[in-house]
């Protein structure tokens, strides 16, 4: 079974201050993780995926196979960045179902 | 880039009448496409797995009668919730990936509301 926990439903940071939302899987195999942003009112939209190791509007996240989690982190808050994120795994192969953490509600505040 | 096209954006239906609502690949082919179900403020749980040219492939706890997929070509995968209850209502998205692009490709999602 896939599993991915993010412990914190809301996170309230000031704008400048450094971002870190959590992620945590649970996945026999060798997973593909992503995040995903939800901005109001608008699609579900990739940010980044472990593989790429790229970064995508100041975010990053590093796989951590020993303590199983890919925390999405930004040095600097933007205002813009306020959405809801969601964690998701995948397991290998495109046919493969995308399996969703409860997500967090991230809130930059001026 | 990769799009998903999903029609309608909102739907009101009486109790007992029958939904569909369609999932459409513009510009690529998805043999596979999964159906996902978000109430309010809460995440995404995957209903089913939706197969061109087989049966889809529910997850547990979902009534495949009520929720029947057909995924009758390479393009389009529907969705129709049938004898609909007001405990249906919620927020139908559906998702794709394109065999070239780096993730998964969602609709815009189906806001149903059974009256």
């Known amino acids: 079974a896939q599993r991915v926990t993010q412990p914190e439903k809301l996170l309230s940071v000031f704008k400048g201050a450094p971002v870190e939302l959590k992620c945590n899987y649970s996945?026999?195999?060798?997973?593909?993780l992503f995040w995903y942003v939800q901005y109001s009112r608008q699609r579900l939209q990739l940010l980044l995926r472990?593989?790429s190791r790229e970064s995508i509007k100041g975010f990053t996240a590093d796989l951590n196979k020993g303590e199983t989690s890919f925390h999405l982190k930004k040095p600097f808050a933007q205002e813009e960045d306020s959405a809801m994120y969601y964690c998701?795994?995948?397991?290998?192969?495109?046919?493969?179902?995308?399996?969703f953490g409860t997500g967090t509600q991230l809130k930059v505040e001026l | 880039g990769a799009v998903v096209s999903q029609h309608p954006s909102r739907v009101i239906c009486k109790s007992g009448t029958s939904v569909k609502i369609e999932c459409r690949s513009l510009?690529?082919?998805?043999?596979?496409m999964f159906w996902y179900r978000q109430f309010p403020k809460q995440s995404l749980m995957l209903m089913a797995t939706?197969?061109?040219?087989?049966?889809?492939?529910?997850e547990q706890g979902v009534e495949k009668d009520k929720f029947l997929i057909n995924h009758a070509s390479l393009t389009l995968s529907t969705l129709t919730v049938t004898s609909a209850h007001p405990e249906d209502s919620s927020f139908y998205i559906c998702?794709?990936?394109?065999?070239?692009?780096?993730?998964?490709?969602f609709g815009s999602g189906t806001r149903l509301t059974v009256v």
């Open positions: 998702s794709a990936r394109p065999g070239q692009t780096p993730g998964y490709t």
């Open positions: 996945y026999s195999g060798s997973p593909e």
């Open positions: 472990h593989i």
């Open positions: 998701a795994l995948s397991g290998q192969g495109g046919g493969n179902k995308l399996t």
């Open positions: 510009d690529f082919q998805a043999t596979t």
């Open positions: 939706s197969n061109e040219g087989s049966k889809a492939t529910y």
